[in-house]
């Protein structure tokens, strides 16, 4: 059974950080890439940043980069997002899933996948 669990979120004032984290279990968290999306209230979700499964090679929105830093701990099953700088545009329910594409152009969330989790809210206040 799969199983993911995204936590950290909160409500902080513009400029503040969190640090989110997402543990996962039922498969097999280290020969994914990984992802962090989120969504707005009335808006589509998007991919925010992503991660390949060699924890080197990382990608972010451009909205989000110099920002955000994604990580994570294969040992511990679990994806992290620190996140600098934060925002009211940042504000959004934030999940993790395996990706099908983690490009400079391109995150998207792995199709066949649809174990999402409950997400973690996050909202920035002015």
């Known amino acids: 059974q799969v199983n993911v669990v995204e936590s950290g979120g909160g409500l902080v004032q513009a400029g503040d950080s969190l640090r989110l984290s997402c543990t996962v279990s039922?498969?097999?968290?280290?020969?994914?890439?990984m992802g962090w999306f989120r969504q707005a209230p009335g808006k589509e979700r998007i991919g925010v940043s992503c991660?390949?499964?060699?924890?080197?090679?990382?990608n972010y929105a451009d909205s989000v980069k110099g920002r955000f830093a994604i990580s994570r701990d294969d040992s511990k099953s679990t994806l992290y997002l620190q996140m600098e700088d934060l925002k009211p545009e940042d504000t959004a329910r934030y999940y993790c899933?395996?990706?099908?594409?983690?490009?400079?152009?391109?995150?998207?969330?792995?199709?066949?996948?649809?174990?999402w989790g409950q997400g973690t809210q996050v909202t920035v206040s002015s």
């Open positions: 899933a395996p990706t099908e594409y983690c490009t400079t152009t391109s995150i998207s969330g792995a199709p066949t996948f649809k174990d």
């Open positions: 039922g498969f097999p968290f280290d020969r994914k890439t």
């Open positions: 991660m390949n499964r060699d924890g080197i090679r990382a």
